[in-house]
């Protein structure tokens, strides 16, 4: 066999070898690469599905029923304590406690506003006696009419 023709022969197979070799190699690439997608998909998903349970545990303590927009947070001693905002809750999934006017009966959430009612009881109290207040206001104005 003439030499030039051995020469063609290995090169025509040296090619060929190489494109399979390459094309080996990135598939083998594209492998890794889409097994490192995987795993960080995974553990974006974990990551996830722990936020969830977290969310359902907190969902376990809340006490819903207080005929307010606050829900009760039971303490693992089974006390409620913590006054959280209901619409920061419901609507992000943030325990936030509300900061309680004890001298009005109303709360306010530091995050989202929300205004509202806490202590009804304490709220008619100050609505009777601002009452009370503009009434002697009046006869005290009008004293001398």
């Not at 806490?118 to 206001?137: L, P, T």
């Amino acid at each position: 066999m003439p030499s030039w023709l051995e020469n063609l022969i290995y090169a025509i197979v040296g090619g060929v070898m190489t494109y399979f070799a390459q094309l080996f190699f990135e598939r083998w690439k594209n492998r890794n690469n889409r097994k490192e997608k995987i795993e960080q998909e995974n553990d974006t998903l974990k990551k996830v599905i722990a936020q969830y349970e977290d969310i359902k545990e907190i969902e376990k303590t809340l006490n819903k029923n207080t005929g307010s927009t606050y829900y009760l947070r039971k303490l693992s001693n089974g006390m409620e304590s913590d006054k959280i905002c209901s619409t920061c809750w419901e609507n992000n999934h943030k325990t936030i406690p509300i900061n309680c006017n004890y001298d009005t009966g109303y709360f306010i959430c530091n995050v989202c506003k929300q205004q509202a009612i806490f202590d009804k009881e304490k709220v008619n109290q100050n609505e009777s006696r601002k009452k009370e207040n503009d009434e002697q206001y009046e006869s005290f104005i009008n004293y001398g009419r």
